[in-house]
């Protein structure tokens, strides 16, 4: 499963990519505001930090205006793919601009009939939101489930891209299902590390470690 951290945080990106841990980055409009930066400019910097995919949000709402945006997005690097939302007219913009070669990551996805549609419309990415669902008592990763099957039953190339992940737990649930990336907050991902039993297992060798008083350097 490919790991894309969800945030415009430059610093917390490069860190992430120093260790290896990073195939891409996803952003959207309420990430561009917490970083306070310029769209353009903030993700032309990750975009240098990262070679895999990075995604970049329009904000239109009908489907010549998100081609428009998408088309000035996808001009900042490329490895640029381009955000629009599961609506009618993203579907439009979908299918136009992966028809021009770009790489087009359906948003906002709640169902499996919406995923089912951005695959027809050719998405690289569909985008479902587990924590979203999960918000409202539904169980976002059974959508993940579903979606796998059904790309899975017809050969969909489209990558199931499960996002809106709030814990650890949604993250070793989504690689279980199978599926192909996960989107999460850094803080998230470096919560990947952590087990209680892991530090207490460390502390007990070090007690008996300084009982030896041997140093290794
Ligand atoms: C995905 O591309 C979205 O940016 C993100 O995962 C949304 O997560 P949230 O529901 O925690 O805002």
Not at 35 to 41: K, N, P, T, V
Not at 101 to 128: D, I
Not at 190 to 211: I, Y
Request: net charge negative; hydrophobic share 45%; charged share 25%.
């Amino acid at each position: 499963m490919k790991f894309f951290a969800d945030t415009a945080d430059v610093e917390a990106i490069a860190e992430l990519a120093e260790l290896g841990l990073l195939d891409g980055v996803t952003t959207n409009p309420s990430l561009i505001m917490k970083s306070g930066r310029d769209i353009l400019e903030v993700t032309k910097e990750i975009c240098g930090i990262v070679s895999g995919p990075v995604s970049a949000e329009t904000v239109a709402l009908d489907a010549e205006g998100m081609i428009a945006e998408g088309r000035k997005l996808a001009e900042i690097a490329e490895n640029i793919a381009i955000k629009v939302p599961l609506t009618w007219d993203g579907l439009k913009a979908c299918k136009a601009l992966s028809g021009e070669g770009h790489m087009v990551n359906v948003t906002l996805c709640f169902s499996a009939n919406q995923a089912l549609l951005a695959a027809k419309a050719g998405a690289t990415f569909v985008s479902p939101f587990i924590g979203r669902l999960d918000d409202i008592n539904l169980d976002g990763t059974d959508l993940i489930a579903d979606i796998r099957q059904i790309y899975d039953n017809y050969d969909f190339s489209t990558q199931i891209l499960a996002a809106s992940i709030r814990s650890v737990n949604h993250v070793a649930e989504v690689a279980r299902i199978g599926a192909d990336v996960m989107t999460a907050p850094p803080e998230v991902i470096r919560k990947l590390a952590l087990h209680p039993l892991t530090d207490k297992g460390l502390d007990a060798f070090l007690k008996d470690w300084a009982k030896t008083g041997q140093k290794i350097l």
